[in-house]
């Protein structure tokens, strides 16, 4: 069977007046029902293009998807027309966003927007969406549902508002969920929160689940499969366990090391990657990580590594075994 | 011990309080606005004087001429006295009032429409359109407004027949005078609009909306145009004021709604001839317009207070 969402080989570019950015350059992976993949890596490197490019919500111009396929069910999304795009968000694939104090219309109430895209895509009338939308209030765990379904984005917390979002993007019930850093403007409890929240409703409606972040604590608790972006390539691919226990490229390794830890030594200093990531506008020939590695042999400046497998389901793209610090 | 009783009751109270709503915000905001509160008792005024004033003198009584009583000075029979024709100013002011009134609305209505669409469909689609429809706006900017109006009011006057409604007969130079304003003021609206659309489009919520798969039509108009609102009801409010200093300038020229339907406008213009002799003439007709737009401008300011998110801080 196939599965639920394959991208592949996928490149987005940005036309801008300072020249040709590329955003993000033939990534490819795949989704399977009940899946839950993450995809890290530091600001600016492509996480979020890369699902947009999927939504087909590049702004073009100056935006172009310049390659690649993106099959849902089979079916290329990037083939679609605007119309048919229409039919797919929110229906079939849903999205939250990183900010839910700019995502929510502050002129609308909470629950018209909940039950618009009910409104939209089940045809429902307006007292139907009306009871759906108090039931999915209900059900992402904001108290006095019935209430607060025309309470306005200003009057709810920002947890609250990104619980909101939540039950915006489940109205249709989505097969695919991504969520784009929906923490990372939220404090750690609330934080933790959302994070039990999406796991429960994944496994009540059995949905697939994208989830970015820059966070790996975040993805080590939540995800099975894990993607690491770089400079809009993946650079490493593995189940959390690979990630986490075995790490092999030297930026994943890095990212690691950088992240605190409960059961290390305060005394310790976190490492730091030195330098900053690459200037996606012209990419130099080679790994774009090459820069700032401090495994980096000569092949590394010549050509950029694919990625290879180096264990069951486990693949990293880079010139250098890291166990050994030699050149594979 | 009592004493903490009442405050908790208090506070328990202040917490019960469900939220403003925005409309309960901006209302708190206009209050403080003084001189608007002045504006909103003018405007009051003038709707009363227009509507109660139809229940004491007929239209009848507006247009019935008497050439025995003409340019009669204020009196007992008629407290603002007569015109050239021996007809009654007073009941002329109310019914012209409500012509003048009832134009000032409509052209903004036309032109808030028309510089809406043309503002957000610009704004929002961007590219070419938005070239096109700004070049075509700027075009429109460039000419005289009153060139504009006097030319469109010479050309199209006499083409639509007088028609009656709700039992009253308007000349068909009152529908004309309304396009003409409408669709000579609307470039200002239709360019505030789209510099709107054009910040408001790139904010989060509107890719969410566009994420849970809204169509282009109702992103313009369920999710951003609310977001315009305010500026656009300030643009409006202010519109009618000049929509009725236009309806009086064209008409003052001759070019307006034509007699024997009055307009303040028209009125000023039969008391040209009389401006010396004659001051009743043009003194209540001219006070009307003047308090009206007077009014309508103090509203304005304060409604462009009251609805300015940025204020907040100014009148609390």
Redesign the interface.
């Known amino acids: 069977m196939a599965p639920l969402l394959e991208v592949q080989d996928l490149t987005t570019r940005f036309y801008t007046l300072d020249g040709i950015v590329h955003a993000v350059n033939g990534i490819s992976y795949t989704v399977e029902e009940g899946d839950t993949l993450g995809i890290v890596g530091e600001s600016g490197c492509g996480k979020s293009v890369s699902v947009l490019s999927v939504m087909g919500l590049i702004p073009e111009p100056p935006g172009k998807i310049a390659a690649g396929q993106v099959l849902y069910k089979g079916q290329d999304l990037l083939q679609l027309d605007q119309k048919q795009m229409e039919r797919i968000r929110g229906k079939e694939i849903a999205m939250v966003f990183q900010d839910p104090m700019t995502s929510l219309n502050p002129v609308l109430t909470i629950g018209h927007q909940i039950g618009e895209s009910l409104i939209v895509h089940l045809g429902m009338g307006q007292k139907e969406a009306r009871r759906q939308s108090v039931e999915l209030l209900d059900m992402v765990g904001i108290p006095q549902a019935a209430d607060r379904y025309s309470d306005y984005p200003h009057q709810f917390s920002g947890g609250m508002r990104q619980r909101a979002m939540i039950a915006m993007a489940l109205a249709c019930s989505p097969n695919i969920f991504i969520a784009d850093e929906p923490t990372t403007a939220l404090d750690v409890t609330i934080q933790a929160q959302i994070i039990d929240l999406v796991k429960t409703l994944r496994d009540q409606l059995g949905m697939a689940v994208i989830w970015i972040t820059h966070d790996l604590g975040i993805i080590a608790g939540l995800a099975e499969k894990v993607l690491v972006m770089y400079a809009g390539f993946f650079i490493e691919r593995g189940s959390v366990d690979d990630i986490y226990g075995d790490p092999r490229h030297p930026y994943t390794l890095a990212l690691l090391k950088s992240v605190p830890r409960v059961d290390r030594t305060s005394k310790e200093r976190l490492a730091v990657i030195s330098g900053l990531p690459p200037d996606l506008l012209g990419l130099p020939p080679g790994c774009p990580f090459a820069p700032r590695c401090t495994y980096m042999v000569e092949q590394c400046r010549k050509e950029n590594p694919c990625l290879e497998p180096i264990g069951f389901g486990h693949e990293i793209a880079c010139w250098v075994d890291v166990t050994t610090g030699r050149e594979r | 011990m009592t004493t903490t009783e009442v405050s908790w009751e208090f506070f328990e109270e202040e917490i019960e309080r469900p939220?403003l709503?925005?409309a309960q915000v901006a209302w708190r905001r206009f209050r403080c606005h003084k001189m608007a509160l002045v504006g909103v008792g003018l405007l009051i005024a003038i709707f009363l004087y227009v509507i109660v004033g139809a229940f004491i003198y007929s239209e009848a009584d507006a247009n019935r001429t008497d050439l025995s009583i003409t340019l009669s000075p204020p009196s007992r029979d008629h407290p603002l006295g007569t015109d050239g024709t021996g007809r009654c100013i007073l009941a002329r002011t109310i019914y012209g009032g409500q012509i003048s009134v009832l134009i000032g609305l409509s052209a903004v209505i036309v032109s808030v429409t028309v510089g809406v669409l043309i503002g957000a469909i610009s704004g929002y689609y961007g590219g070419h359109i938005d070239a096109i429809l700004m070049r075509f706006t700027e075009a429109m900017f460039n000419i005289p407004q009153l060139f504009l109006l006097i030319l469109l009011a010479k050309l199209l006057s006499g083409k639509i027949p007088t028609f009656k409604l709700l039992g009253r007969s308007f000349s068909g130079s009152v529908i004309v005078i309304i396009g003409v304003i409408g669709l000579t003021s609307w470039m200002y609206l239709a360019r505030i609009v789209r510099a709107n659309f054009l910040s408001l489009k790139e904010?989060?919520?509107v890719?969410?909306?566009?994420?849970?798969?809204?169509?282009?039509f109702?992103i313009i108009f369920?999710?951003i145009l609310?977001?315009s609102?305010a500026p656009i009801v300030v643009a409006a409010t202010l519109g009618v004021a000049s929509a009725i200093i236009n309806e009086a300038y064209v008409s003052f020229l001759g070019l307006g709604v034509q007699p024997p339907t009055a307009t303040w406008g028209n009125m000023l213009d039969q008391a040209y001839h009389h401006l010396d002799s004659e001051p009743w003439m043009w003194f209540f007709p001219g006070m009307l317009i003047l308090l009206t737009v007077l009014g309508i401008n103090f509203v304005g300011d304060g409604l462009r207070d009251a609805l300015d998110p940025r204020a907040l801080t100014q009148t609390e």
Do not use: Y
Not at chain 2, 207 to 216: K, L, P, V, W
């Open positions: 939220p709503t925005p904010q989060e919520f890719t969410a909306a566009r994420c849970i798969g809204s169509r282009n109702s369920e999710h609310p977001n609102v």
